[in-house]
């Protein structure tokens, strides 16, 4: 049995809903005292307390 490509319609909504996923997986907020805790040297610390001196 040979490999099926996807059609054009197919390949879109496979990258598209990966991207999605990953857009998801990227805007979960950490709730304090989870067991996820950002490390401190995690770049979205930095860019938040960078954000918080910004906006004094």
């Known amino acids: 049995m040979g490999v099926t490509r996807l059609k054009r319609k197919d390949r879109k909504n496979k990258t598209t ?7 998801l997986k990227l805007a979960t ?5 989870s067991r996820s805790v950002e490390p401190k040297k995690s770049q979205l610390v930095k860019n938040n307390e960078a954000i918080r001196i910004a906006l004094g």
Not at 17 to 23: G, I, K
Not at 29 to 33: A, D, I, S, Y
């Open 17 to 23: 809903s990966r991207l999605e996923v990953q857009h």
């Open 29 to 33: 907020n950490l709730e304090l005292g």
